[in-house]
């Protein structure tokens, strides 16, 4: 009990200060049914609490890994299940110092729409519900199906 009311002290102090966090794509293109690696780092020491949603698009996202830069006391919540408006909770806290710069936590995200489609990953304040920062990825073919469609087009060639 002790420890949980500490760690609320803790946010409402760190949600005063500003901290620059920011969400981040291993690429900006994706196969469908690819995944990429979500990144969101803060190049601050100060504790937050973000919002990670997935919107204007299809797909979803995964497994959630929480970085030791993030603080021995970095939560997660998967909030796409309860029905909200936001897909996950990211808090950067630790009980005994700050956060350390870098990546906090990471998340695979898998595309699920169809060729053509953009997908936009959004950062949101956790007490404003301001946009701080989004990422817009690209759902391409994929390498091998363009190859075999490359090569089906020299089949159907005719020589004259």
Same mark, same amino acid.
């Given at each position: 009990?002790?420890?949980? %009311?500490?760690? *609320?002290? /803790?946010?409402? *102090?760190?949600?005063? =200060?500003?901290?620059?966090?920011?969400?981040?794509?291993?690429?900006?293109?994706?196969?469908?049914?690819?995944?990429?690696?979500?990144?969101?780092?803060?190049?601050?020491?100060v504790q937050y609490r973000k919002y990670l949603d997935m919107v204007m698009g299809t797909a979803t %996202?995964? =497994? /959630?890994t929480i970085l030791p830069a993030a603080g021995d006391a970095a939560t997660t919540a998967d909030y796409?299940? =309860?029905?909200?408006?936001?897909?996950l909770e990211l808090v950067a806290a630790d009980f005994s110092t700050d956060p350390v710069a870098g990546?906090?936590?990471?998340?695979?995200?898998?595309?699920?729409?169809?060729?053509?489609?953009?997908?936009?990953?959004?950062? %949101?304040?956790?007490?404003?519900?301001?946009?701080?920062?989004?990422?817009? /990825?690209?759902?391409?073919?994929?390498?091998?199906? *363009?190859?075999?469609?490359? %090569?089906?087009?020299?089949?159907?060639?005719?020589?004259?």
């Amino acid at each position: 009990m002790k420890k949980l %009311l500490i760690l *609320m002290l /803790v946010l409402a *102090m760190a949600s005063l =200060a500003s901290a620059t966090v920011i969400v981040s794509v291993s690429s900006n293109e994706v196969a469908v049914g690819g995944n990429i690696t979500v990144s969101v780092s803060s190049d601050d020491t100060v504790q937050y609490r973000k919002y990670l949603d997935m919107v204007m698009g299809t797909a979803t %996202l995964g =497994a /959630v890994t929480i970085l030791p830069a993030a603080g021995d006391a970095a939560t997660t919540a998967d909030y796409s299940v =309860a029905g909200s408006y936001y897909d996950l909770e990211l808090v950067a806290a630790d009980f005994s110092t700050d956060p350390v710069a870098g990546v906090h936590f990471t998340v695979v995200a898998t595309a699920t729409g169809v060729i053509g489609e953009t997908f936009t990953l959004e950062l %949101l304040n956790g007490d404003t519900y301001a946009l701080e920062d989004s990422e817009i /990825v690209t759902i391409i073919p994929e390498p091998v199906t *363009m190859a075999l469609l490359g %090569l089906g087009g020299l089949f159907f060639r005719r020589k004259k």
